[in-house]
C-alpha cells in the first residue's frame, strides 16, 4: 500500500506565510492536500470539498454494518 503521505506537496511555514494566497488557490484547484511544516510540528491543508469527503468517509465507516458493507462491495 502507497503511504499518501509520501505524495503530498510541503511548504515551510515561512514560506506559506509569504506566498499564503497562492498556495491556497493551488490547494483549491488541484484539490490535493499541502503539509506545512514547522520545527514543533506540522500541519495539513486541505480544501473543503476533500475535508468534507473525508468526514463523509469517516462517518460511513464508523458503522459497522455500512463499513462491512462497503467494504464486500454491497453499497
Known sequence: M????DNIKQ???EDVQKH???I???VLVSGEPTRILKDTGNAI???EEVWRGMTATM???SSPG???CIRSGNA
Open 59 to 61: 462517518n460511513l465507516m
Open 11 to 13: 511548504v515551510q511555514l
Open 45 to 47: 491543508l486541505v480544501s
Open 24 to 26: 491556497f488557490e493551488h
Open 20 to 22: 499564503f494566497e497562492q
Open 2 to 5: 502507497t503511504d499518501a503521505r
Open 66 to 68: 455500512m463499513r462491512e
